[in-house]
Every structure is written in structure tokens, then in C-alpha cells.
């Protein structure tokens, strides 16, 4: 099994960026995604089940959007508005657990993508 993590970049604050994570090896009904910033605990900021029900972050405040294409078994993270406070290692993760925030309930991880916005 593999996640692996695209999309992230520079970009200004205000601006956006779409990460991608393409599965390969099995289906998982849920997809989540996490960030890690320096010095900080990776922490959860959106995720979606196979039927395409979502869920948020509080932080995440309508700027962000979950997707998936099953067929392509590909999970997406639209950003707008991007802040400073954004910038961080995002990564795609995999679970079988409907709803869950919690890192350990995720058992397959991407290999992160590095968002950065400059202000």
C-alpha cells in the first residue's frame, strides 16, 4: 500500500493550492489529512468517508475542501485563503475508522508535501 502526497509549493498569503494523494494497493473508506508545522504536533485538519461525507478542522473555518475521486482512489485538499499560519508539512492518511481526528487511528501515511505561504 501507498499514499503519495502532491501539490504543495510557495505560495503568497491569500493565495491557494489543490494537494493530491493518490492510493495505490487497496481502498480505504476513510482519507483524512494532517499538517505538521516545525515545532509543533501533527494535527488533523480534514477528512472524508467513501460515501463523501466530510469533516473539519475548527481552524480550517470554510477555507478548506475535501474531495476524493474513487475511481481513482485520489483524495484531495483544495486551500483558498491561505494564511502564514498555514505553512507546515501536509500529509494524506488512510483509515478504516468513520470520522476519526486522531493520528493513531490512521495506519497508512503519505510521505508529506511541504506547503509554505509567505506573507
Known amino acids: 500500500v501507498q499514499l503519495q502526497a502532491s501539490g504543495g509549493g510557495l505560495v503568497q498569503a491569500g493565495g491557494s493550492l489543490r494537494l493530491s494523494c493518490a492510493v495505490s494497493?487497496?481502498?480505504?473508506?476513510?482519507m483524512g489529512w494532517f499538517r505538521q508545522a516545525p515545532g509543533m504536533e501533527r494535527e488533523f485538519v480534514a477528512g472524508i468517508w467513501s460515501s463523501g461525507i466530510t469533516y473539519y478542522a475548527d481552524f480550517v473555518k470554510g477555507r478548506f475542501a475535501i474531495s476524493r475521486d474513487n475511481a481513482k482512489n485520489t483524495a484531495y485538499l483544495q486551500m483558498i485563503s491561505l494564511k502564514s499560519e498555514d505553512t507546515a508539512v501536509y500529509y494524506c492518511a488512510a483509515s478504516t475508522i468513520w470520522g476519526s481526528r486522531r493520528r493513531d487511528d490512521y495506519n497508512y501515511w503519505g510521505q508529506g508535501t511541504q506547503v509554505t505561504v509567505s506573507s
Open positions: 494497493g487497496r481502498t480505504f473508506s476513510n
